[in-house]
């Protein structure tokens, strides 16, 4: 809902009352990344990619 509503789209009906069965399904790290080879991402978030003008 939060991608809808930071690109100025209407939030699908129902969307809100959709659950999922494993909450993680998706979820990615990005810790090695920062431990092996000290990467940071230049917009931690996409509210902070979004108020610098990045999306």
Do not use: Q, V
């Not at 969307?15 to 993680?24: L, Y």
């Amino acid at each position: 809902m939060e991608l809808h509503r930071i690109n100025g789209r209407a939030i699908p009906e129902g969307m809100g009352e959709r659950t999922d069965d494993d909450p993680w399904f998706g979820i990615t790290s990005n810790a090695r990344l920062r431990e092996e080879l000290g990467w940071r991402p230049l917009y931690p978030t996409m509210w902070t990619a979004s108020d610098a003008g990045a999306l």
